[in-house]
């Protein structure tokens, strides 16, 4: 594939999205890697309208230093005169001038239809501006075409077909940022805090906010409360008290419900001091999070693809997210698809429209509603955490007791993992022993890297002793072996023959049988965020190389994924095997850069990527081969990967995992004590594409390397041409794995984990 001789321009439209820089970034580099002319559209479809100086041609260097950067770097505005038909009419002449015939659009559902009806007017606003004679007919038939790729940037996640749009993540981790931090006041004090959040018309923001943060009440506009639920409003019991409302919530008869007003309620019928925190546009500022850069540079490479490839037959795609995959989506056709939900909740079939708001959006609300309510207990679980500690593990705890406890039956926390299972270190746990631990990071059970190989004696002794009816384990590749080392051991004690299931939490992502374990968005965050100020340090400083080691064992997945999120240059991993000339290309890669005046690099190494080429070696032979062109630093981020508050992802990644482990475990099973010895009952539940499923941990040892820890096959490998294609590296264009085209149903739209 080449763009030789052609000309493509990238805007951004409508409300600013954080990671739409990002996304520009990614759109420039790659069109200029396929050696099209890329134009940079300043202000919207209004730099369009307007010509002149808001078309600028880019270079490499244009888009340099902006992929940490919230809003966007190109501006937005909302243009009333790409309405008209006048408008239009200047905006193709413009485009025709530089001979740009190939447009990606970053924006909402509104920018994008302005995109599609320009296409579809193309032919004949190039006839009318041969008619006024502005333009030859030489020159019209030589653009006759414009092909357009619309990236969806929107904090609300309200665009069907794609499980995420581009600013949705981040917005939630300004929106837990500040939760967070209310929460140590509610804490404090015997206070209910009512927060607003944007979402006029979607309640994303609401719903998947409430379920990270455990919020007592919830309004959203799909699911308006029931009649008299003002009589109805209460609270659990604990000192802590979060309602959330997103700003479109209404009532059943359609009446908004205002946070005030909730507020104001509380007060009369409850008594409760309430205070009330309108999160505004911060919810749009700040950092993009690590999933919304890596998830713009996935969608502004395919983009670029996607216009590349496209035909004057093509039709106008989107580019959307399938699981880990970036997609080609009918751009119409969602377009309609998102209109209909809000048909639906003008129609008052507020049923309908949460079905049309897609799978994870039905089954966020169901189990929100699930956690809500208590009932007696009576068989029993165990749960405990195992390896090192991991962001989430402590959001799949409460959401698995709470459903246990819901549905009857009695739970019991092992503190420390398999040792403390085998020192019976077991605690019964009640509703509200699990209050507030969404948001906590690292491990509040305690966890150990202990095996139950050596103690299994004592095992057995602890759930007979308890009468433990089924197991359920959170934690990294050690919990994954332990668990297959108790169902080995089934023949040997009757005892073991109870439902297992095990929850993948580990920074390093290396548990066989998910795409994505607890902890690892949270790791990436963290590492891009160590490396975003190890790379502002270097500022005022000219041509400063750094190298930087992740954490990950012998799994490359940490450093690939912060290397796209930071644009390092360069990600050494295990799975990709390098040499010296691999190391020396890199130094005279990153030695041409510093001599376009380029002020930094930044080169990323997982901690075990090779035996002999260490970090401090990597940092001498840099300092060695750069002398008189750059100087190098080292920094080792260490355990700062594993600490911190969760990110949203892991917060309901790690409630979803807790409910669907407990209906795995007890909800498909008869009541009582269950004999479980086949291996469908020992199992890793994870997540695989788009969908939670299920592997028993006997199929799995056939695909695990147990020697370095990880899957025979990862996913994520297909990301590291991308990498250093955003890079400049010459690279094969053919190791790029492009998008698949999907078709957009009712049943497939936003089936996101979020």
Same mark, same amino acid.
């Given at each position: 594939?080449?763009?030789?001789?052609?000309?493509?321009? %990238?805007?951004?439209?409508?409300?600013?999205?954080?990671?739409?820089?990002?996304?520009?970034?990614?759109? =420039?580099?790659?069109?200029?890697?396929?050696?099209?002319?890329?134009?940079?559209?300043?202000?919207?479809?209004?730099?369009?309208?307007?010509?002149?100086?808001?078309?600028?041609?880019?270079?490499?260097?244009?888009?340099?230093?902006? $992929?940490?950067?919230?809003?966007?770097?190109?501006?937005?505005?909302?243009?009333?005169?790409?309405?008209?038909?006048?408008?239009?009419?200047?905006?193709?002449?413009?485009?025709?001038?530089?001979?740009?015939?190939?447009?990606?659009?970053?924006?909402?559902?509104?920018?994008?239809?302005?995109?599609?009806?320009?296409?579809?007017?193309?032919?004949?606003?190039?006839?009318?501006?041969?008619?006024?004679?502005?333009?030859?007919?030489?020159?019209?038939?030589?653009?006759?075409?414009?092909?357009?790729?619309?990236?969806?940037?929107?904090?609300?996640?309200?665009?069907?077909?794609?499980?995420?749009?581009?600013?949705?993540?981040?917005?939630?981790?300004?929106?837990?940022?500040?939760?967070?931090?209310?929460?140590?006041?509610?804490?404090?004090?015997?206070?209910?805090?009512?927060?607003?959040?944007?979402?006029?018309?979607?309640?994303?923001? !609401?719903?998947?906010?409430?379920?990270?943060?455990?919020?007592?009440?919830?309004?959203?506009?799909?699911?308006?409360?029931?009649?008299?639920?003002?009589?109805?409003?209460?609270?659990?019991?604990?000192?802590?008290?979060?309602?959330?409302?997103?700003?479109? &919530?209404?009532?059943?008869?359609?009446?908004?419900?205002?946070?005030?007003?909730?507020?104001?309620? +509380?007060?009369?019928?409850?008594?409760?001091?309430?205070?009330?925190?309108?999160?505004?546009?911060?919810?749009?500022?700040?950092?993009?999070? !690590?999933?919304?850069?890596?998830?713009?540079?996935?969608?502004?490479?395919?983009?670029?693809?996607?216009?590349?490839?496209?035909?004057?037959?093509?039709?106008?795609?989107?580019?959307?997210?399938?699981?880990?995959?970036?997609?080609?989506?009918?751009?119409?056709?969602? %377009?309609?698809?998102?209109?209909? %939900?809000?048909?639906?909740?003008?129609?008052?079939?507020?049923?309908?429209?949460?079905?049309?708001?897609?799978?994870?959006?039905?089954?966020?609300?169901?189990?929100?509603?699930?956690?809500?309510?208590?009932?007696?207990?009576?068989?029993?679980?165990?749960?405990?955490?195992?390896?090192?500690?991991?962001?989430?593990?402590?959001?799949?705890?409460?959401?698995?007791?709470?459903?246990?406890?819901?549905?009857?039956?009695?739970?019991?926390?092992?503190?420390?993992?398999?040792?403390?299972?085998?020192?019976?270190?077991?605690?019964?746990?009640?509703?509200?022993?699990?209050?507030?631990?969404?948001?906590?990071?690292?491990?509040?059970?305690?966890?150990?890297?202990?095996?139950?190989?050596?103690?299994?004696?004592?095992?057995?002794?602890?759930?007979?002793?308890?009468?433990?009816?089924?197991?359920?384990?959170?934690?990294?590749?050690?919990?994954?072996?332990?668990?297959?080392?108790?169902?080995?051991?089934?023949?040997?004690?009757?005892?073991?023959?109870?439902?297992?299931?095990?929850?993948?939490?580990?920074?390093?992502?290396?548990?066989?049988?998910?795409?994505?374990?607890?902890?690892?968005?949270? &790791?990436?965050?963290? &590492?891009?965020?160590?490396?975003?100020?190890?790379?502002?340090?270097?500022?005022?400083?000219?041509?400063?190389?750094?190298?930087?080691? =992740?954490?990950?064992?012998?799994?490359?997945?940490?450093?690939?994924? =912060?290397?796209?999120? +930071?644009?390092?240059?360069? !990600?050494?991993?295990?799975?990709?095997?390098?040499?010296?000339?691999?190391?020396?290309?890199?130094?005279?890669?990153?030695?041409?850069?510093?001599?376009?005046?380029?002020?930094?690099?930044?080169?990323?190494?997982?901690?075990?990527?090779?035996?002999?080429?260490?970090?401090?070696?990597?940092?001498?032979?840099?300092?060695?081969?750069?002398?008189?062109?750059?100087?190098?630093? +080292?920094? +080792?981020?260490?355990?700062?990967?594993?600490?911190?508050?969760?990110?949203?992802?892991?917060?309901?990644?790690?409630?979803?995992?807790?409910?669907?482990?407990?209906?795995? $475990?007890?909800?498909?099973?008869?009541?009582?004590?269950?004999?479980?010895?086949?291996?469908?009952? &020992?199992?890793?539940?994870?997540?695989?594409?788009?969908?939670?499923?299920?592997?028993?941990?006997?199929?799995?040892?056939?695909?695990?390397?147990?020697?370095?820890?990880?899957?025979?096959?990862?996913?994520?490998?297909?990301?590291?041409?991308?990498?250093?294609?955003?890079?400049?590296?010459?690279?094969?264009?053919?190791?790029?794995?492009?998008?698949?085209?999907?078709?957009?149903?009712?049943?497939?739209?936003?089936?996101?984990?979020?």
């Amino acid at each position: 594939m080449t763009g030789a001789g052609r000309a493509m321009a %990238v805007l951004t439209s409508g409300g600013d999205a954080q990671g739409m820089n990002a996304a520009v970034r990614a759109v =420039t580099r790659m069109g200029i890697y396929v050696g099209a002319k890329v134009y940079l559209i300043y202000e919207g479809y209004q730099g369009m309208v307007d010509g002149g100086d808001n078309i600028k041609l880019a270079n490499w260097q244009s888009v340099s230093n902006i $992929i940490q950067q919230g809003g966007t770097a190109i501006g937005s505005a909302r243009c009333k005169a790409f309405t008209t038909r006048e408008g239009r009419i200047a905006a193709a002449f413009n485009l025709v001038k530089k001979g740009i015939t190939n447009l990606c659009v970053c924006g909402g559902d509104g920018s994008l239809t302005g995109a599609n009806i320009f296409r579809c007017e193309w032919s004949s606003l190039l006839d009318e501006l041969v008619q006024k004679g502005r333009i030859t007919d030489t020159l019209a038939k030589q653009h006759a075409h414009l092909n357009i790729v619309g990236l969806v940037g929107s904090i609300d996640n309200d665009f069907c077909g794609t499980d995420m749009t581009i600013g949705a993540d981040s917005a939630l981790h300004r929106i837990m940022e500040i939760i967070d931090a209310i929460m140590t006041t509610a804490q404090s004090h015997q206070r209910t805090f009512v927060l607003e959040v944007m979402g006029r018309h979607c309640g994303y923001l !609401a719903l998947v906010s409430a379920l990270a943060s455990g919020a007592d009440w919830l309004f959203i506009p799909e699911a308006p409360p029931q009649e008299g639920w003002e009589d109805r409003i209460r609270t659990t019991g604990s000192r802590l008290n979060i309602i959330i409302i997103a700003e479109g &919530a209404i009532d059943i008869n359609g009446k908004p419900i205002s946070s005030t007003y909730v507020k104001d309620l +509380v007060v009369q019928r409850l008594g409760y001091d309430t205070r009330v925190t309108v999160l505004g546009h911060v919810q749009r500022g700040g950092t993009p999070s !690590a999933f919304d850069r890596i998830l713009s540079s996935k969608l502004g490479v395919e983009a670029v693809v996607a216009l590349m490839e496209a035909t004057p037959d093509t039709p106008p795609c989107a580019i959307g997210l399938s699981g880990n995959q970036a997609v080609r989506l009918p751009l119409m056709e969602c %377009v309609e698809m998102t209109k209909l %939900v809000q048909i639906a909740m003008d129609e008052k079939r507020f049923e309908e429209a949460i079905k049309l708001r897609g799978g994870s959006f039905e089954n966020n609300w169901k189990i929100y509603k699930l956690l809500s309510f208590q009932k007696p207990s009576k068989v029993s679980l165990a749960v405990l955490n195992v390896g090192a500690p991991a962001a989430g593990m402590n959001a799949a705890v409460r959401s698995a007791v709470r459903l246990a406890l819901t549905h009857g039956q009695k739970v019991y926390a092992v503190h420390d993992g398999f040792q403390g299972l085998a020192d019976g270190k077991v605690v019964e746990m009640e509703w509200h022993s699990v209050a507030g631990w969404t948001g906590q990071g690292g491990s509040l059970l305690g966890t150990k890297r202990t095996l139950p190989e050596k103690h299994m004696e004592k095992i057995v002794e602890t759930i007979s002793k308890f009468n433990i009816s089924a197991l359920l384990v959170i934690g990294g590749f050690e919990g994954y072996a332990g668990v297959l080392q108790l169902f080995e051991a089934r023949g040997r004690y009757d005892e073991l023959c109870i439902p297992m299931c095990l929850i993948p939490a580990t920074v390093s992502n290396n548990v066989p049988g998910t795409d994505f374990s607890l902890g690892a968005d949270t &790791a990436v965050n963290a &590492a891009m965020e160590g490396c975003d100020k190890i790379k502002q340090s270097a500022s005022g400083t000219k041509r400063r190389v750094f190298v930087v080691e =992740t954490m990950g064992g012998f799994c490359g997945y940490l450093a690939t994924c =912060t290397g796209i999120a +930071v644009g390092a240059d360069a !990600a050494y991993i295990f799975e990709d095997p390098f040499n010296i000339q691999d190391l020396k290309t890199n130094v005279d890669h990153l030695t041409e850069k510093m001599k376009k005046d380029v002020q930094r690099g930044l080169v990323l190494r997982n901690e075990k990527c090779h035996e002999n080429y260490t970090t401090d070696f990597i940092h001498r032979l840099y300092s060695s081969e750069g002398k008189g062109i750059f100087d190098c630093r +080292v920094n +080792v981020l260490g355990h700062l990967q594993q600490g911190g508050a969760p990110s949203p992802f892991d917060r309901n990644f790690g409630t979803k995992l807790g409910v669907r482990a407990i209906h795995m $475990i007890f909800l498909s099973s008869p009541p009582g004590r269950v004999f479980a010895n086949s291996p469908s009952t &020992a199992c890793v539940l994870g997540l695989n594409r788009k969908v939670i499923s299920f592997s028993p941990v006997t199929e799995l040892k056939a695909v695990t390397d147990f020697e370095h820890r990880m899957p025979r096959v990862q996913w994520w490998f297909n990301l590291r041409p991308m990498l250093r294609m955003l890079a400049r590296y010459q690279t094969s264009f053919c190791e790029y794995v492009p998008g698949e085209i999907e078709h957009v149903t009712r049943r497939s739209i936003n089936t996101n984990i979020q």
